[in-house]
């Protein structure tokens, strides 16, 4: 099964992410960890990805093309691959389903995580990491038993500083304003799933299951 993952911040898209790894043992491919690997070992892409970011500059839609083409040739992506992180716009959806089409493993899916915009907003204000095991709660939806404390290790909980409502607002109309043209163009290929992202995570990951389900 080969899918792309859509949803905006706080959607618990990678969550269900982790999930559909654990369950059907494909690869989540996260362009923002193959930058990273990349860049570490000094590839030639990653060479030229970090020339671009040492310059303040995006790193171009090429070289993240090239980095997804090497990963789908490796052995663990036979049985597929989860997308995430890419593409973020129309020209990159484009982009993908020419490479994609090329090495003859085209998208099967796109599945939309779909949460309104208000519990988002919710969902990301209220958020609490702890300093120590990188664990998170919602004052809101999922809070520590007790205040200001992990329940996991006993370690602080903090409320990130990017993590105010005006911060969060701009992050989430930025994703609405370049991922709406994306769900329009999934649904005109009759690729587009929307699963409801409210509730209970697994409740959520059955929905995403029956589609993939339905794939194999």
Known sequence: MRIV???????????????????????????????RAAVAAGTELGKRAKAAMDAGELVSDDIVLGMIRERLAEPDTEKGFILDGFPRNLSQAEALDTLLDELGKPLQAAILIDVPFDSLLKRLTGRLTCEQCGAVYNIYTNPPKQEGVCDKCGGKLIHRADDNEETIRNRLQVYQQQTEPLIDYYEKQGKLHRIDGEGDIQAIFQAVSAVLDGLS
């Open 5 to 35: 993952l859509l949803g905006a911040p706080g959607s618990g898209k990678g969550t269900q992410a982790k999930l559909i790894v654990e369950k059907y043992g494909i690869p989540q491919i996260s362009t923002g960890d193959l930058l």
